[in-house]
């Protein structure tokens, strides 16, 4: 494999990414994948569905008791879905940086929350915020299978 030394060891993370019901209608799919994938992240398993209850209770398990999550679980559950996992050195912490605040109004312009919406209601993406969360995350929306190991031809020019 061509694969430099340099990029097998360094720490290669895989993030979770999903676009909400609110992002999918309002048409910003698009430029969503374009941040991720002219940053230079690879992106290893995408697929549209809709959520269940169950898998929200599961995905958002820290947050069942707020008094906000029957709103939560009924805006998720609104429409389709797009999740994604995209691969990438420091992946998870710098989706988060991409993504911006969970308040809109807080998230800096330039982040896709401050560039899209304004309400943390209405936030339209989501992105995992660790690396343990981001391997629960990805088991819990994605098979296996569905996760795809490929080498990008860009992988020497994104990595010296
Ligand atoms: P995050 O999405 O930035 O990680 P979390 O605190 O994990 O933020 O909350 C998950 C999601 O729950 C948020 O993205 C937002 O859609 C929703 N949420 C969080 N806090 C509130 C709130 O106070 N009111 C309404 N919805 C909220
Ligand atoms: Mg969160």
Request: proline residues 4%; hydrophobic residues 35%; charged residues 25%.
């Amino acid at each position: 494999s061509p694969r430099s030394v340099n990029s097998l060891s360094m720490a290669m993370e895989r993030t979770y990414i999903m676009i909400k019901p609110d992002g999918v209608q309002r048409g910003i799919v698009g430029n969503i994948i374009s941040r991720f994938e002219t940053k230079g992240y690879k992106l290893v398993a995408m697929k549209t569905r809709m959520a269940t209850k169950e898998l929200l209770e599961k995905h958002y398990a820290d947050l069942t008791s707020k008094p906000f999550f029957p709103k939560l679980r009924d805006y998720m559950l609104s429409g389709p879905v797009v999740s994604m996992v995209w691969e990438g050195k420091e992946a998870v912490s710098t989706g988060r940086k991409m993504l911006g605040a969970t308040n809109p109004l807080e998230s800096a312009p330039g982040t896709i929350r401050g560039d899209f919406c304004i309400e943390v209601g209405r936030n339209i993406c989501h992105g995992s915020d660790s690396v343990e969360n981001a391997n629960k995350e990805i088991a819990l929306w994605f098979d296996e299978s569905e996760v795809l190991d490929w080498e990008s031809h860009s992988q020497s020019w994104l990595y010296e």
